[in-house]
């Protein structure tokens, strides 16, 4: 009988599954997320914005055609993240002061070899470049990605006011604070064009980064800044 009653749940458990969604969905209990869907939303909508004036930025310094836009937002695990990096990497690091924790600002590699041809008076054709960085290079793109800090913080005013501090560039995810192996992170994509090169920039957010001010993100919330 207590076989008979197992199945029958197992059965009616599988028929509610499916009904109506032709499928069911898994969750991982061990590994919860952490960002709500309306954080999610909230940032995608933050970065956006400062997709636009990222766009402005680099055609303003570049003078030559630029464009960047929200590929997508995704939660990523720390340690997965860090073993996914490529080697080199072109890594800005920077401090979400007044509160604690940081953003870390991944350049493609095809976007950072850009940039530099640009700012070096070439013609931002597309490179095929696969090696360490010089000094020279990092110095010339802690110059460039400087001031991205500032656009954080007028990205992220609708929301909370910020005061991002550049840190440095790292070229290897050994040089990255380290945070716990199963911090969870907001990994936010911009596909970004310079010139004839497309690229991508990628923004990873650690959670305990927002955790002072999380209950913001969940807030229906209408941006100034076009």
């Known amino acids: 009988m207590s076989e008979v009653m197992l199945q029958n749940s197992q059965d009616s458990i599988k028929g509610h599954g499916t009904e109506g969604t032709g499928h069911i969905t898994r969750y991982d209990f061990r590994r919860p ?7 999610m939303r909230t940032l995608h909508v933050i970065h956006e914005y400062y997709a636009r004036m990222l766009t402005t930025y680099f055609s303003g310094i570049l003078r030559t055609y630029s464009h960047a836009e929200v590929a997508g937002v995704a939660e990523k695990i720390y340690h997965e993240f860090s073993n996914s990096l490529p080697d080199p990497v072109i890594m800005a690091v920077m401090e979400m002061a007044p509160y604690n924790g940081f953003v870390m600002i ?30 020279i290079e990092i110095a010339l793109l802690e110059r460039i990605m400087s001031p991205m800090a500032g656009l954080i913080a007028e990205s992220w005013s609708g929301v909370v006011m910020l ?8 070229t290897s995810s ?14 936010i994509t911009l596909n970004v064009i310079v010139g004839s090169i497309n690229g991508f ?13 999380e209950d913001k993100l969940s807030n229906r919330l209408w941006f100034s800044g076009d």
């Open 33 to 39: 997320n952490k960002f709500g869907k309306d954080q």
């Open 106 to 135: 991944e350049l493609s590699q095809s976007i950072a070899f850009g940039l530099l041809d640009h700012i070096l008076g070439g013609s931002g054709g597309e490179m095929n470049e696969n090696r360490e960085y010089t000094d």
């Open 163 to 170: 005061e991002p501090r550049f840190e440095r560039v790292v």
């Open 174 to 187: 050994r040089f990255i604070q380290a945070m716990s192996p199963n911090e969870t992170l907001a990994c």
């Open 201 to 213: 920039i990628n923004i990873y957010i650690p959670h305990i980064c927002i955790q002072p001010f």
